[in-house]
């Protein structure tokens, strides 16, 4: 398996990717990363300054997704981990931490201090994950990411 950045032939198997975790795990379609404008051109949507999204890929298959991006009407030095999904088949396999810890290093090195994130409060393996990795509850929401069905919101000081 390989983590790479994302390439512009990747957007159909991407949205591929997010909308049919979404669905298997019955995410509302509104309010959530479903809904985003940009899920069907996620390269181009991350060609922005201080973004990055990357892909898993399994012998020419992308089963797993994340990426970094400046907050939303946030301050500079907070980015968010946005659209971290992986196919059921991918998951207990330690993709996600290795995920993770590509989103991270990325994040330091394009000079944020923190990371952000949302989630849904069902989304339990990925809490752990996030809690693993430093992530820490904040009582409300930073920013403004759209994801108003999103009530869990989590930070780590990078």
């Known amino acids: 398996m390989l983590i790479r950045e994302i390439q512009a032939q990747d957007n159909i198997q991407v949205a591929k990717v997010v909308r049919t975790v979404l669905e298997e795990l019955n995410v509302p379609k509104v309010g959530t990363a479903y809904a985003d404008p940009e899920l069907d051109t996620m390269y181009e949507a991350y060609q922005k300054p201080n973004s990055a999204y990357f892909v898993v890929e399994n012998e020419g298959i992308i089963i797993g997704v994340a990426g970094i991006s400046p907050l939303a009407n946030g301050t500079p030095d907070v980015c968010e981990l946005q659209k971290m999904y992986f196919l059921p088949e991918t998951r207990g396999l330690g993709i996600g931490s290795q995920m993770m810890e590509v989103c991270l290093t990325k994040a330091k090195e394009l000079g944020f201090k923190q990371c952000y994130l949302e989630t849904m409060p069902y989304m339990e393996a990925a809490q752990k994950l996030y809690r693993k990795t430093g992530f820490e509850y904040l ?11 999103c009530p869990v919101w989590m930070i780590k000081t990078l």
């Open 139 to 149: 009582d409300k929401p930073m920013g403004c990411t759209g994801h108003s069905a």
